[in-house]
């Protein structure tokens, strides 16, 4: 006879039954993890063309401002794992992964030849830049042919990463760690394009990438951790801008780019982005 309190047969029951335990011990293991990382823009969104503006020669400010989403190089230098039950523990194997990012940027012209640059993206160091066109018309005379460029950029800044804390079953207090990660940037790009009319510019971005980087893990009650070192970066990137007659744009960028981390870590892998933005 089916039992009207538990319509299931007894394997079912116990299915069930190990199904809440499973669950219910999943929930007590749980952990909190901090990662100390931070990423390394893949795209970089930048045409072999400057502005073409002078600005002591106009009565408004004339540049460039965009965003837009594309691949990134997260390199993650350690780990902080905070069980509920167990020990924490730091894990200090360093990784390198693929991921995404949301990045921005502003380009003002000095002279035609000239422009300045401030780039930003999600989870990296800013960095302010500065591009030299050395072949070709510039984006305001929009004439067909080759045009390129030498682009320079320098950055820095600290990341806080937040921290942590563990606690036993009869709440002493065992491990808190806070995370913060300093940086110094470099980075260089020669860019040769080819305009094929006033709307459609399409160009290749080769750049080297360099990060320095000071980190440390810091406890009130344990030994702290520093995890210091430089991670390179450089590849070469496809573009296509497309810019209509109202001064709003398009560009779409597709390359290979190879990251590495001291002599430990190293991946190269394809990426791709997709940025929005208006000259003015």
Known sequence: MKNLLWP???????????????????????????????????????????????????????????????????????????????????????TIDARAHISASAALGIIPKLDISYNMAVDSPSNFG????????TESEAKKGWSGSLVGKVGGGEKDEGNVTSANSSGTQLRNYNAVLDFTTYEGNLIFGHRFNESIIAYLNSFYTYYEVEGSLTSSSFTDVNINGTSRQYGALLGLKHTSSTGFFLMLEAGVVRARWEKQNDDTNGGYGVSLGINF
């Open 8 to 94: 299931v047969d007894m394997d079912s029951k116990n299915i069930l039954i190990n199904f809440f335990l499973i669950l219910t011990l999943t929930s007590f293991t749980s952990c909190t993890v901090i990662d100390v990382d931070y990423h390394m823009p893949m795209m970089k969104f930048d045409t072999s063309e400057t502005t073409g503006n002078h600005i002591l020669e106009k009565s408004k400010v004339t540049g460039i401002v965009r965003a837009g989403t594309g691949s990134s190089h997260k390199i993650t230098l350690a780990e902080v794992v905070d069980p509920i039950i167990f020990n924490e523990s730091v894990n200090e194997n360093s």
């Open 130 to 137: 500065v591009k030299f066109q050395f072949l070709g018309a």
